[in-house]
C-alpha cells in the first residue's frame, strides 16, 4: 500500500521520497525523518529527544531502528537513530515491529537510561503521564539486571524561582536545552559536566529567566523538571482537563486547563499548529490564581453611607435600577461653567478590554437600548480619536485577516509601536521560527532594540518616540517590504500622532498586509462587539442611516443613537463636571489610563456607579452597587485573537452566587423594562452572527498628520516606555513564583547620554506629577535624548508616579545614592 495522504499539501510528485517501513510502502516528502515517515502508517518508534518543533539531536538514541537497505542497495551496519535519519529513494526501514536487532536495541538503552534513574514514580509528578514509564512499560524489560549504587543529587535544585530540577531523573535528552535556545532564544540553560557527571545547569551570571520557561517543564519527557507552583499538589489521574483559550493576551492560545474538585490545579500549552502550534507563555500558564484571593467578590453589595454591604441579588438590581432612573431626571448644574456645553446623555458604559465577545455585545447592546446612549468604550487604556477611526477604518468586522502563517512566511514584517515578546508573545514565537527557518527580516520602529527585538535579529528603524509617523511616511531604502511583507501595529502606535494614518498609507503604497495586535485578549472581539463610541456591532457606524436599521431590526428597536459617543477619557471629564452621572464600569483599573487621577475624579463624582466585578478594586471601593461576576473558568464564550480567529472559552467549574456580565447586564435590562433578549453566550453569538459583519462602505480613513515633536532641552529626555510581560498586573497577584522572574526594572539610555556612569547607578526619572528611582542600565542599541522605563514595573508605575505616555519629555538626573530603587525597598 501506498500511504501519502498526510504529505504536506502542494507537494509535487517529483518532491516525494518512498520508502518502505515494516514492508508498508509510504511516499513522504523529500527531507522527511524515518521516525516522521513511520508516524505516517501508524507505528509509533518509542523516543525522548525527539519533538517535531525541535531541531533533531539523536541524544537519547532510543529511536534506533534497523536499515537493511538505506535506499543504495547497501544495509547500514548498525542501528541507526530514526530521529536524524533522513528518507531516501528505496530505503528500507525495520522498527521494533518487525525487527528483533531494533527491538534489542531499544530495550538496551533503556536499560542504560534506568540505571541512575530513581524509582520516584510514586511521588513524581509525572507519573501517570511519563513517557519513560510508558515506554518501560511497553518497550523495556520486565526486570532490572543493575544491582549497584545509582548516582544521585541534592534534590530539588532552583534554576529558576518557577522551574526545579532533579537532577538524577534527567536522561539528557537536551528537550530543554533545545527549545530554550531554538524556540525562545533564551540559551540560559545548558548541559554541563560530561559522562555519568553530566546535567543540566545554569550560568553563574545569567540565571534562567525566560517569558517561556513553562514549556521546559511541558516537553520534558522524566519529570526532571517540576514547576514550583503545582508540585507535589495532584496526581494526573486524579485531574479533569478542559480545552480553553487564555484570557491574557491577544495572541488566543489554546490551553488545557487541569483542575480537580472545583479548583484549578495547573494549565499547559494545548496543541493548535495554527496558533500556538504546541507553547506557551509563562503568564499564560501560571497567572490563573488571581481571582481566588481574599478579595473575591462573591455577593451582591449595595452603598450605605460610606460603606459597602452585602445584599442579596433582588435588593441590588433594585438599587442600580433606582440609581440608573433618577440619573436620567434633568437638572441644573452645579457649576456654570458648563452651562453652554451642549448636552449630552448621562450614561456612560466602560466594559474593560479582557471580556469576551459576547459579554462585551451584551454592554454593547445594554448601553444602546437600554441607556439610549453611544457612551461606551472599552479601551481601559491610553487611546485616541485617531485610533478610533483607524478601527472602524481597518479592523472592525473584517474577519480573519493577516495569520500566523503569514508572519512565518513572509518576506519581511515591520513592527510599529509593538514589542511582541512582551505584549502579544505567540506572535514573538512565530517571528521568531520564521527567521530561524525561513530567512524572515525583521524591522522594528522605535527608539531601541529590545531584548526580544534582538532575538528576532531585527533592525532598528530609529524613531524617536511621538514621532513614529514621520519615520513611516520615509522609510530607510534598507526596509524592503512588498507584497508578501507584513505590517504589525500595536496600540502604542494610537499614541504617536499620525502614526496609524502613515501605517495604512505605507501599506497601500507598498502592498503589504496590515493587522493590528492589542495587548488585551478580549480587545479584537470588543471591537466587533460594537464597544466602541463610533462603531455599532460588525463595524457598522453609528452615523450610517442604513446600518442602524440593520441593528434595529435584529434587536427589535425603532431607533438608535445617531451620534458618536464619548470615549473613555471624555467620559470621566464629563463625569467629573456633572454632565455624565451614571455609569456602569466592568473590568477597569484606573492605572491602566493616560490620566489615572482623572479617572478617580470622574468615579467619585459620578452620583452614581454601578461596578461588574470578579474583585474588589479601585472601581468597587467607589462604586454605588457592586455585582459579583464569574471568573473566566466559570463561563463560557469567545475570544477574537489579534488575527480575528475565533478562541472557544470553555466553562469547566460551576460558579455560586455570582454571574456573567451578560447575566448581570440582562437582568438589569429586564428591570429597567427593556429586555435584552439573550441571556447566555450562545444567545448573544447567535444574535451578533445574525447581524453580521457589515458589507457596506468602510470607515473613512483617518487622515492626521504626524505630530510636531518637542525636542527635550537640558537635563530632559523623551520617554520610552512598554508594558513588559510580567509586571504589576493584578492578573498575576498570587502567583509569587512568576512575580520572582519578572526581569528587573532599570532605566534604559544610550553610552552619550550616560556619559561613563556605571550600570546599577540609581538615575531619578521626573514630571511635574512624580518620579520614578530606577538602577541605570546602559544600552548601545538606543538612540540620542531618550529614556527608556517599564511601564508598570513593581513599586515603578509610569501612569501613577509619572503621569506620562510615550513621547512625553521628562527629567533626568542621578538619584541621591541614599535613596533605593523600588524592588529593593520592597524586596521584590
Known sequence: ?????????????????????????????????????????????????????????????????????AGNGRGMPKPQASCTLEVAPGMQIKTQVTSPVAKKAQEGMLEFLLINHPLDCPVCDKGGECPLQNQSLSHGYGESRYLGAKRT?????????????????????????????????????????????????????????????????QICPVGALTSAAYRFRARPFDLVSTPTACEHCASGCELRADHRRG?????????????????????????????????????????????????????????????????????????????????????????????????????AKFARTVLGTNNIDHRSRPHTLEEAGFLAHAVAGTGLGTTYADLENASSV?????????????????????????????????????????????????????????????????????????????ERAGLAHGALTAALELVHRTGAKLAWVP????????????????????????????????????????????????????????????????????????????????????????????????RMSEVTERADVVFPVSLIEERSGTFLNWEGRERPVTQYLG????????????????????????????????????IGAWDGARAEMPAEDPAVVAGPGPGQAILATWRELIDDSRGSDGEEALLATARTPVVRMNPAMAAGLPDGTLIRVSTDGGEIVLPLAVTEDMIDRVVWVPAAARGARVSTQLGAVPGDVVNVALADPAESSPTESEGA
Open 153 to 217: 543529587f541534592p534534590k530539588p535544585i532552583n534554576i529558576s524561582a518557577q522551574v526545579l530540577l532533579d537532577r538524577e531523573r534527567c536522561v539528557l535528552c537536551a528537550r530543554c536545552t533545545r527549545f530554550s535556545a531554538q524556540i525562545a532564544g533564551d540559551p540560559f540553560i545548558a548541559l554541563v559536566e560530561r559522562g555519568a557527571l553530566q546535567q543540566v545547569g545554569i550560568y553563574e551570571t545569567e540565571p534562567f529567566e525566560s517569558y517561556f520557561s513553562g514549556n521546559t517543564i
Open 414 to 490: 515591520l513592527l510599529v509601536g509593538l514589542e511582541p515578546e512582551d505584549e502579544s508573545p505567540i506572535v514573538f514565537l512565530r517571528l521568531r521560527k520564521g527567521m530561524r527557518k525561513k530567512g524572515l527580516k525583521v524591522f522594528t520602529v522605535g527608539s531601541q532594540l529590545s531584548y526580544g527585538s534582538s532575538k528576532l535579529q531585527a533592525t532598528l528603524v530609529p524613531a524617536t518616540p511621538g514621532d513614529e509617523a514621520s519615520m513611516l511616511l520615509d522609510l530607510p531604502r534598507e526596509v524592503e517590504l512588498d507584497e508578501r511583507s507584513v505590517v504589525l501595529v500595536g
Open 1 to 69: 500500500m501506498t500511504v501519502s495522504e498526510n504529505a504536506k499539501a502542494g507537494v509535487e510528485k517529483a518532491d516525494l521520497v518512498t520508502l518502505t517501513v515494516d514492508g508498508i510502502e509510504v511516499s513522504v516528502p523529500k527531507g522527511t525523518l524515518v521516525i516522521r515517515a513511520a508516524e505516517q502508517v501508524g507505528i509509533a518508534i518509542p523516543r525522548f529527544c525527539d519533538h517535531p518543533l525541535l531541531d533533531p539531536v539523536g541524544a537519547c538514541r532510543q529511536c534506533l531502528v534497523e536499515v537493511p537497505d
Open 263 to 363: 479548583a484549578v490545579m495547573r494549565r499547559l500549552a494545548g496543541n493548535d499548529p495554527e496558533v500556538n502550534e504546541e507553547w506557551n507563555c509563562d503568564k499564560g500558564r501560571f497567572a490563573f490564581v488571581s481571582g481566588r484571593g481574599a478579595d473575591r467578590v462573591t455577593r451582591p453589595l449595595v452603598r450605605d453611607g460610606d460603606v459597602l454591604r452585602p445584599a442579596s441579588w433582588p435588593e441590588a438590581i433594585d438599587v442600580a435600577v433606582r440609581g440608573l432612573r433618577a440619573a436620567a431626571e434633568p437638572r441644573e448644574l452645579a457649576n456654570d461653567e458648563f452651562a453652554d456645553l451642549p448636552e449630552i446623555s448621562p450614561y456612560a458604559v466602560l466594559p474593560g478590554g479582557r471580556l469576551t465577545m459576547e459579554d462585551a455585545y451584551g454592554y
Open 519 to 614: 495587548r488585551r485578549a478580549g480587545e479584537r472581539g470588543a471591537v466587533d462587539a460594537g464597544t466602541l463610541p463610533n462603531l455599532l456591532p460588525g463595524g457598522r457606524l453609528v452615523t450610517e442611516p442604513t446600518a442602524r436599521v440593520d441593528v434595529q431590526a435584529a434587536w427589535g428597536v425603532e431607533n438608535l443613537p445617531a451620534e458618536p459617543g464619548l470615549d473613555a477619557d471624555a467620559v470621566f471629564a464629563a463625569a467629573a463636571e456633572g454632565r455624565v452621572r451614571a455609569l456602569v464600569v466592568g473590568g477597569i483599573e484606573p492605572a491602566d489610563f493616560r490620566h489615572p487621577d482623572a479617572v478617580i475624579r470622574g468615579l467619585e463624582a459620578a452620583e452614581f456607579v454601578i461596578s461588574l466585578e470578579t
Open 655 to 690: 460558579s455560586q452566587h455570582v454571574m456573567s456580565d451578560l447575566r448581570v447586564l440582562a437582568a438589569l435590562a429586564d428591570a429597567m423594562g427593556s429586555p435584552l433578549g439573550i441571556r447566555t453566550s450562545a444567545e448573544a453569538k447567535a444574535e451578533l452572527a445574525e
